[in-house]
């Protein structure tokens, strides 16, 4: 079992940053891929970005991509989000999350999830 939580959402304005960690427990850390999702009201979870098991492959969907960074730590077993230029359609609750599969996370492959941490970004 993997426990993940995450931490640092906000209410933040348009064109601000935010930077969003999660801290994951229970396993070996390198023994997944992580990713990021967003789900915003009435809307369908989304993927965001995802890291490779050893930090070394990255992706991101268009909608991000320029602007939001994603990092791992594997000494500290943590995952981050760095989140630049921040537009109000990047509202939702965002969610970690832990796959065996060494490629692109998705939500099909994705074995954990955290809680999620809510994101505003105001107009």
């Known amino acids: 079992q993997v426990q993940l939580v995450e931490s640092g959402g906000g209410l933040v304005q348009a064109g601000g940053s935010l930077r969003l960690s999660c801290a994951a427990s229970?396993?070996?850390?390198?023994?997944?891929?992580m990713g990021w999702f967003r789900q915003a009201p009435g809307k369908e979870r989304e993927f965001v970005t995802s890291?490779?098991?050893?930090?070394?492959?990255?992706y991101y969907a268009d909608s991000v991509k320029g602007r939001f960074t994603i990092s791992r730590d594997n000494a500290k077993n943590t995952v981050d989000l760095r989140m630049n230029s921040l537009k109000p359609e990047d509202t939702a609750v965002y969610y970690c999350a832990a796959s065996t599969w060494n490629g692109v996370v998705t939500k099909e492959n994705t074995d954990y999830w955290g809680q999620g941490t809510q994101v505003t970004v105001s107009s």
């Open positions: 890291i490779s098991r050893s930090g070394g492959m990255t």
């Open positions: 229970g396993r070996t850390f390198t023994n997944y891929a």
